[in-house]
């Protein structure tokens, strides 16, 4: 959402129904350098800029949308909120402010506000994409999944084109455990609007077919930074065979930090790519002559897929960032493992062809600012504190259901229940779990926390409970690395398999139930056995550290085995042999 923000300011583009279009040509020249240290991420300037701009004309919004933007760059939510907030007061109703002041509202938290200025918008323009999705974005966040999903689906009926908002579309359909078939054939009508169409055709790629030679790989994620899914990608780029393979790296990273520094160390050539367009990064990764490129986002936010679309790369891979197809005839491989998409059985749910890891998707890397287990919880407390610490997102009616039973059955057990915010998702989770009977004092709720605070959750916690049909994989992994046993159940699609995939590779299938009853069964022996509890709780980082989980070396020759094997059939007879 904050490129769309930006790109409506002076400089990428004013909307016609902006005031800042009255401004001075001085004003929009300096507003528009503004914009340019923005991006080159000089924020000080920037701000200075606009704030020299605000003393020669207190009317004019636009300053104060720049400034806005730069709040959000810089993680500063409430301050973001309250500038647009000015921007809007300045403009009046008009639907491009009162979007702009919808999202700022939804990021800070504000959901009331922020369905009531999308309403607004709507008033104004009844077919407006950007307030219908800032609506959806809302009513996820107000745990009104049902109703998100009908905004998504009147958006998309009248802008099937606007590429972000159906992301938003595919993944609630994920969260919801859609059919498979069904989900294959919704990322297919996606591909078919916003893809297909883009595939470049009589560029060729000349490159020699040599099956034996070094090999380019470009890696490309908007996630190159202290993000979860760091903790996965690190590992590989560190430990490649630089033999073999030269590594280049297409950030589109927001926000760069210090494992961004640690992550460009590693890498043979780095591009910062956020401010070019999908085209652009193309002929860019064209011109690199990138044999292999490998798509680490799918469809989740700063994704680049419309740059795959047009094949800039002979071979095209997904991996890692998304639970699903891409739905594109210009991706060629997906990378998964037996468990996560048993053969035989799972092919059919992608238009990828499946590289199956042989042990795991995952490589992971833990942090190493993660604080040691401490002393089991239960041993102090006299009960059992079971945790949820995923999305809220991932909270389903049936998981509740569950976990109601498993609460009812267990004397003075309680759940804390993470990342949700006070409000109305936490009054209508609780109303959840209160029609099946659990008191609101056997549950707490936590409010999104920064890492560490999010970490320190583990010292109240003796068992946590994945969810589902959307298991965790990042969360899973640093969860089990807190010392926190995690139970888990299957299901049939890879969204509800990485539970699976995880406590098998580190010896512990016994923690994934394939039922609804067996799932029960494992977690009142597990919460009766407090000995066991302690024990797994000391013992939980041995057994991964001795597990083909943290094996960075033989994961990464294992991977690159399944580059070369892609590159081998691109060599004798093009993707997909």
Known sequence: ??????????????????????????????????LTLMRARDYDAAVQMCQDLIARDAAAPGPWELLGAIALERGEKELARVRFETALTLAGDQPTPLCNAAEANRQAGRHARALELSARALALDPDNGAAMYNQALTLQSCWRAEEALAVYRRLLGLRPELSQAYAGYLFLLLLLGEDPLALRAAHCRWAAINAEPLRETGTGHGYARDPLR?????????????????????????????????????????TSDAVTARLRSTVSCWREVRWQDDAALANLIRADGIDILVDLSGHTNGNRLAAFARKPAPVQVTYLGYPATTGMSAMDYRISDARLDPPGAADGYYTETLLRLPHSLWCFRPPASMPAPGPLPASQSGQITFGSLNSMLKLRPATIALWSRLLLSIPRSRLIIASVEAGEASLRIAAEFARHGVPADALSFRAPLARAQFWALSGEIDIALDSFPCNGGATTCETLWLGLPVLSLAGELFQSRAGLSLLSVIGLPELVAQSESDYLRIARELASDRERLAQLRRGLRQRMRASPLLDETGFTRSLEALYREAWRCWCETGPHA
Not at 17 to 24: C, G, M, R
Not at 237 to 251: I, K, N, P, Q, V
């Open 1 to 34: 959402m904050l490129k769309r923000l930006i790109r409506q300011l002076v400089g990428a583009g004013v909307p016609a129904d902006s005031p800042a279009q009255a401004s001075t040509p001085e004003a929009v020249v300096s507003l528009s350098r503004a």
């Open 214 to 254: 070094r090999l380019r790989i470009g890696y490309v994620s908007a996630d190159f930074r202290d993000h979860a899914a760091s903790s996965f990608v690190e590992p590989i780029l560190s430990a490649h065979d630089r033999a073999g393979f030269e590594t280049h790296c297409y950030s589109s990273t927001e």
